[in-house]
């Protein structure tokens, strides 16, 4: 190699030593820090898989950076042996020495043949044929390479180490929910967690052998981290799967919970149906005595009998008897919740159809309240006040009683009964 000249002020031989002695310590790190990645075993299974997608074109381009970098780890070999041999030709190394060695050192003594990066030469140029660096910046090259380098394998690896795992302990799990619904008759086809377990059966197929031949595809790096290997596996697609398996195991285990109480719920089902049956009964009963005592008054009909739940609660036993359980649980459901609102119908039927009556009994009670109330203040022989309660009496108690004259009669002997009273204090006592 020819000498150009140092590269800035020759070194004493103090720095040269000083200067070997760095780049000795960066080399035994360099090293040490390439055969690690040579051994790591991410990397070995990124060489053994058959890799897809993301994974693949980024490994391509990684397998030629490992060996690029051990290109420029020999070349910063040589280069690092040549200085020292030079240095220890003398013990005290002469002028010549020092600047060869200060070039050897400082200047870009080293070159490489082949480009770290072969552009297309359409686009940039000339393909690079060498490369020259001086030691420090070949370091720090070959430190660039090896970040992005590890990167690769350590995001693999990490991928590889996390989400197959995870993805067979659920396939597990999806095992056992499988074998738990076909003992009670949710199965693809029959039932809609039936077809949802062999979606999911599927989906994790599907993205374990997606993990294992593209596991980049399934990584999020940090937000603002260069360090190799920043980041976490993307498991959105398992976490997705894992809450279905959830849902369907907790609908798997209410129908386990219908087939275990299944018929004490079905006995509760029908007493609610046999007491609305018995409200409709009495509201039915009480409408005719409403219509033979009241007149002009708007009676509601009374409908019958629920036939269709009925109906359906002897569909429900048929499921039981049969061990229809996964068909059970749905109707058993939806008869609890009906047979209550049947319930609730029948007793607002029955309270709308007796509405009369209880209109006529407040009628009834106000009269014999005014009545009481008037006799307590002497009152009770005034002619005028037992006309009128005699005539809203007669109105009150006899059938069929019209409430709106009755109601008109209680209301004129109120007012008669305040008019009487109103008057000047006598033997009475207070007034009204």
């Known amino acids: 190699m ?3 000249g140092p590269p800035g002020p020759v070194m004493d031989r103090d720095e040269v030593d000083r200067a070997l002695a760095r780049l000795g310590a960066e080399h035994k790190a360099i090293e040490d820090s390439l055969l690690a990645l040579q051994d790591h075993a991410g990397r070995r299974l990124l060489e053994g898989a058959e890799l897809t997608g993301t994974t693949r074109e980024r490994w ?3 397998e030629s950076t490992i060996t690029r970098l051990w290109t420029y780890f020999d070349a910063y070999t040589d280069a690092l042996n040549d200085a020292r041999e030079l240095r220890a030709r003398r013990r005290w190394s002469s002028r010549e020495d020092l600047v060869e060695l200060t070039e050897r050192l400082r200047g870009e003594s080293v070159q490489i043949a082949g480009g770290a990066r072969q552009p297309d030469a359409s686009v940039t140029g000339p393909a690079v044929l060498t490369e020259r660096f001086t030691l420090e910046r070949l370091v720090s090259r070959m430190n660039e390479l090896y970040a992005s380098s590890l990167d690769v394998v350590v995001t693999a690896d990490a991928v590889w180490s996390a989400l197959p795992a995870r993805i067979d302990l659920l396939a597990a799990e999806l095992g056992r929910t499988r074998s738990l619904a076909h003992s009670v008759g949710v199965r693809p086809g029959e039932h ?7 979606t999911i059966t599927a989906e994790l197929t599907a993205l374990r052998t997606e993990v294992i031949s593209d596991p980049l595809a399934f990584w999020q790096p940090a937000t603002g981290s260069s360090a190799p290997g920043g980041g976490r596996p993307d498991t959105t697609r398992y976490d ?3 809450r279905a398996l959830e849902d369907i195991r907790r609908e798997i285990e209410a129908v386990l ?4 109480d299944s018929e004490e719920r079905l006995l509760r089902v029908r007493d609610v149906l046999s007491r609305a049956d018995r409200t409709l009964a009495e509201a039915r009963v009480a409408r005719g005595e409403v219509l033979a005592k009241i007149a002009a008054s708007e009676v509601p ?4 009998p629920p036939t269709a739940l009925q109906e359906r609660l002897a569909t429900a036993a048929e499921h039981r008897r049969h061990a229809r359980w996964h068909r059970l649980s749905p109707l058993l459901e939806s008869l609890e919740r009906e047979a209550e609102d049947e319930l609730m119908r029948a007793r607002e039927s029955l309270t709308a159809v007796t509405a009369p009556l209880a209109v006529r009994a407040e009628l009834r009670g106000r009269l014999d309240a005014y009545k009481a109330k008037v006799a307590r203040l002497g009152a009770a022989e005034d002619p005028l006040l037992i006309e009128r309660y005699d005539t809203a009496r007669r109105m009150l108690w006899s059938a069929p009683c019209d409430l709106r004259v009755a109601e008109q009669a209680v209301l004129r002997y109120q007012q008669a009964a305040a008019e009487v009273l109103s008057g ?9």
């Open 2 to 4: 020819g000498v150009t």
């Open 60 to 62: 391509l381009v990684t």
């Open 192 to 198: 809609p967690a039936g077809d949802e377990l062999e």
């Open 240 to 242: 997705r799967a894992a």
């Open 257 to 260: 919970a219908v087939r275990k």
């Open 301 to 304: 009909a009374v409908s019958g």
């Open 424 to 432: 000047p204090r006598d033997a009475r006592g207070s007034q009204w």
